[in-house]
Nanobody, 120 residues
């Protein structure tokens, strides 16, 4: 059983930064970050391979967000810079054995999610 726990969310102003972390128990997995804003579907934000060698990003966050991990057992971080109100959402990390891209059904385990609110 894989457990994921997110932390680091909160309320910030537009232009500020936040760093989310995702602690994954168990063996090394690829990890993705997803978000669900008010009245919106859950969407892929960023993902990283189990070794941390290759990140992937949604177009909406490229250049502003950075996903990272030092080792396969280390937490996965999502550094979010230049936040805008449209980034307001519940952010969840998820683990997969086969992908770190946007295919949600391929992620077998999910964290509870954490709120990020960006005020104008």
């Amino acid at each position: 059983q894989v457990h994921l726990v997110e932390s680091g969310g909160g309320l910030v102003q537009a232009g500020d930064s936040l760093r989310l972390s995702c602690v994954v128990s168990g063996r090394a997995y690829h990890v993705g970050w997803f978000r669900q804003g008010p009245g919106k579907d859950r969407e892929f934000v960023a993902g990283i391979t189990s070794t941390g060698s290759q990140p992937f990003y949604a177009d909406s966050v490229k250049g502003r967000f950075t996903i990272s991990r030092d080792t396969a057992e280390a937490p996965v971080f999502l550094q979010m810079d230049t936040l805008v109100p449209e980034d307001t959402a519940i952010y969840s990390c998820a683990a997969s054995k086969v992908t770190c891209k946007s295919q949600r059904p391929l992620y077998a385990s999910w964290g509870q999610g954490i709120q990020v609110t960006v005020s104008a």
